[in-house]
């Protein structure tokens, strides 16, 4: 690859090809995991010899599938990563022949990209050029090199499993992590594994790569990819035997009681199966947003889930390890597994308007669902669940940041709406704070915080905002509530408005419609990239409640 083809380069078609290859092995498995299925036929449903040749035939046939399908979930792993390294590279291509054609009179050569210095210059002036034309001309081939070498490994990897019968090399890593280490000495173990190595963690220990923080994105999310299809599968086939269990009961003596209890286990065995396939169909790429100027969307990673009780994910709206600016939401009361593709939504508006707000920064988005959030109000008025979560929180921001690449790498915003701010500011307040450079509150009952100084970014970092007739504002300051709300005047927060626009919106609706107000959405984007300062102030209308109305008081 040369300096041309380098400035021309449109990473987007490796992205795309990324996801297809991803999509096909996704198929494949899917291909593999029914014609398993199909060969565990029980002996009463069909025995004798014709039986034992379709099955041996079906079982078979499932290896090779497997193989192409890890082979191909590989490829999706390799062609993003080689768009990402050319992407960074093409930057710094692009940005060093900015800065030569910043500083006449010299010139870049449109076929070699040198450095050119015109002739006929005095001498004090071309001797005084000359080193940073040096200087430039080589960032550029350095970039140049930086292309051709992510391609050389890339390459190397595709066609040692485009070999007949090849099988990808796996390696043992000769160490795993400690429990006690932290995020970036995972992420300085994992950058210091080979490929192989790496590989074998994929196909071994999946629910570690899936679940570890410190871990680059683009490895949890096919980590996550593959545990979240078989936890639908194993689901489905707990429903299974569920619904046959029942049926031997309406056939037999059992009670009354033995069906409705299977009744309940089978409800609630359905309604997280919706939850989980409903997270899968969000994911996968005919699901994602499309709301670029060109057309293109930005992909998905599941970076974690857990489909336990009412179920949590953490899922990324862009890559967020190499993005310019990242912010991560925490949502609050009722979140859950099934809400997630309406929570991702929300993120999906913020990107979208921090991209079209300053389109030379590219901007992620995560939705942070990794805590057990309180399921109604009177839950909410308990701290419990905050203090539970912040030390996940705070973990998951600081692997984030380390495979960033350290604290100055990216701008990271904590956003936390409603009781996701309690969360936010619980992980703020704790021994050793949370890895952001700014926070941002909307709906928020309080942060456990009396002043944005406490929060550990500097109160000049902290924004706030709070809809007129959101029914939040009927929460008075009790002792036990969440500490002052962050947009009264002493707590020293920026405020900015979400202005109520008329009409018979709800306080229950306006508490979570503030990604449906433009005016908040475009002050959203101006904080998450850098520009805050932009951000109209307001002081917010002193909470005179005398208390709450009877149905939300907890003590009622």
């Not at 565990?40 to 078979?60: I, K, S």
């Not at 902290?462 to 002792?479: E, F, G």
């Not at 475009?522 to 300062?533: L, M």
Request: zero cysteines.
């Amino acid at each position: 690859m040369n300096y041309l083809e380098l400035l021309n380069l449109d990473t987007g078609n490796l992205t795309r090809s990324a996801e297809a290859a991803g999509l096909i092995g996704k198929r494949l498995g899917d291909q593999a995991s029914e014609l398993s299925g199909m060969a565990d036929v029980p002996p009463a449903v069909w025995d004798g010899d014709d039986a034992t040749a379709a099955v041996d035939t079906l079982r078979e046939r499932v290896p090779p599938l497997e193989d192409v399908s890890q082979a191909m979930l590989y490829a999706r792993v390799v062609l993003i990563d080689l768009a990402e390294q050319l992407q960074i590279a093409k930057d710094a291509l692009i940005a060093a022949k900015s800065e030569a054609e910043r500083t006449p009179p010299l010139s870049v050569d449109a076929q070699t990209g040198m450095v050119v210095i015109p002739p006929g210059l005095p001498k004090e002036q071309e001797d005084a050029l000359r080193p940073f034309a040096s200087r430039v001309s080589a960032q550029i081939t350095m970039a140049v090199i930086n292309a051709n070498n992510a391609d050389f490994h890339a390459t190397q990897a595709l066609e040692g499993m485009s070999r007949p019968g090849a099988q990808l090399p796996m390696s043992e890593p000769a160490s795993m992590p400690g429990k006690d280490w932290t995020p970036q000495q995972i992420t300085d173990w994992w950058n210091g594994l080979t490929e192989e190595e790496r590989r074998h963690l994929l196909e071994n220990e999946a629910p570690f790569v899936a679940d570890t923080d410190g871990i680059p994105t683009v490895f949890r999310d096919l980590a996550n990819r593959e545990l979240l299809g078989d936890q639908i599968d194993q689901t489905r086939t707990e429903i299974a035997g569920l619904k046959e269990d029942k049926g031997d009961l309406l056939g037999g003596p059992g009670s009354q009681g033995d069906r409705r209890a299977l009744d309940d286990q089978i409800n609630a065995a359905e309604d997280k199966l919706a939850a989980l396939e409903g997270l899968q169909n969000r994911i996968n790429e005919n699901g994602a947003a499309i709301y670029n100027d060109d057309g293109t969307y930005e992909r998905s990673y599941l970076m974690d889930f857990n489909p336990e009780g009412d179920g949590q994910a953490v899922v990324a709206v862009g890559n967020p390890d190499t993005a310019d600016n990242v912010v991560t939401m925490v949502p609050g009361m009722g979140s859950e597994l099934s809400g997630v593709p309406g929570d991702l939504g929300r993120v999906e508006r913020m990107v979208a308007a921090a991209n079209t707000l300053d389109p030379t920064q590219e901007t992620a988005g995560i939705l942070w669902q990794g805590y057990d959030a309180p399921d109604g109000v009177h839950n909410a008025f308990s701290s419990s669940y905050a203090e539970n979560g912040a030390p996940a929180l705070g973990r998951f921001m600081s692997g984030l940041e380390a495979v960033q690449g350290g604290p100055d790498a990216a701008r990271n915003t904590l956003l936390g709406h409603s009781y996701g701010s309690t969360v936010v500011g619980h992980a703020a307040t704790a021994e050793g704070g949370v890895a952001t450079d700014q926070m941002v509150f909307a709906g928020s009952p309080g942060v456990a915080a009396d002043h944005a100084s406490e929060l550990g970014v500097g109160a000049d970092n902290v924004y706030a905002t709070s809809a007129t007739n959101d029914i939040i504002n009927a929460v008075p300051d009790y002792p036990w509530t969440h500490n002052a709300s962050p947009v009264d005047q002493e707590f020293g927060a920026h405020v900015f408005d979400t202005p109520h626009d008329g009409g018979p919106i709800s306080p229950f609706a306006a508490h979570s419609g503030y990604w449906d107000n433009e005016t908040t959405l475009h002050s959203f984007a101006k904080i998450i990239t850098g520009n805050g300062e932009h951000v109209p102030e307001v002081v917010h209308a002193p909470n005179n409640s005398p208390g709450l109305p009877w149905f939300l008081d907890p003590y009622n």
